[in-house]
């Protein structure tokens, strides 16, 4: 029983931490956005040459909208586990007090009433422990498809600086710089995935254990 109510401590803490380095993605989510006008007014600028890279800026736009949604829907879901851990935590608390009542009346000539009371906190607290795990699970799910997603910012950075090449030379600095801030930002949002992902990392070896 205190390892469950262990694994839910353990997930509340996960949750919050989850949710304020989320935060910090939605901020490099704007950056991004920001990079994309910047790269688009730039392109429209040198004309022609910069056709190439500014269809380019539009895969960034997408790739920038794509992260926040993301993000923000990580962001949702740790919330709501952190409500639902704090019920689940409740929960327990209450079927510990029924299990000293249930324990401490066990000779006692009403014993039986209690049992239906006993029965009713036990599966909620199952019902909560289960749709928790749940949305954990899927909080996990989508961590990990953010950053398989979050590859493809490398992949427009490259093409960025070999679209660089072809403008005059006057105009490769302010492309390149568009690559590198896509690359500098889609990683920094990449270390605040990871950072999350690890937590979950930690707590499966702790079930392991």
């Given at each position: 029983?205190?390892?469950k109510r262990t694994q839910v401590s353990q997930y509340y803490v996960i949750a919050a931490v989850v949710a304020a380095e989320l935060n910090h993605t939605l901020t490099?989510?704007?950056?991004?956005?920001?990079?994309?006008?910047?790269?688009?007014?730039?392109?429209?600028r040198v004309g022609n040459a910069a056709l190439?890279?500014?269809?380019?800026?539009?895969?960034?736009?997408?790739?920038?909208?794509?992260t926040m949604k993301a993000a923000t829907d990580i962001n949702?879901?740790?919330?709501?586990?952190?409500?639902?851990?704090?019920e689940a935590a409740r929960a327990a608390t209450a079927?510990?007090?029924?299990e000293k009542a249930k324990l401490n009346s066990r000779n006692a000539a009403y014993s039986q009433t209690i049992l239906p009371a006993f029965k009713n906190i036990t599966d909620?607290?199952?019902?909560?422990?289960?749709?928790?795990?749940?949305?954990?699970?899927?909080?996990?799910?989508?961590?990990?498809?953010?950053?398989?997603?979050?590859r493809t910012a490398n992949i427009l950075a490259s093409i960025c600086r070999i679209e660089a090449c072809r403008v005059n030379i006057a105009n490769q600095a302010t492309f390149n710089d568009v690559a590198?801030?896509?690359?500098?930002?889609?990683?920094?949002?990449?270390?605040?995935?990871?950072?999350?992902?690890?937590?979950f990392d930690t707590t499966t070896q702790n079930r392991a254990a």
């Open positions: 029983m205190s390892k490099y989510c704007k950056q991004i956005n920001l990079t994309a006008s910047n790269a688009q007014a730039a392109s429209s190439g890279f500014k269809a380019l800026t539009g895969f960034i736009d997408d790739l920038a909208c794509y949702l879901l740790a919330n709501k586990a952190s409500k639902m851990a704090t079927l510990k007090h029924f909620r607290h199952a019902e909560l422990q289960s749709a928790f795990q749940k949305i954990i699970n899927k909080m996990e799910v989508e961590l990990f498809d953010l950053k398989r997603n979050l590198n801030r896509v690359d500098f930002v889609a990683n920094k949002i990449r270390q605040r995935v990871d950072n999350a992902i690890s937590l």
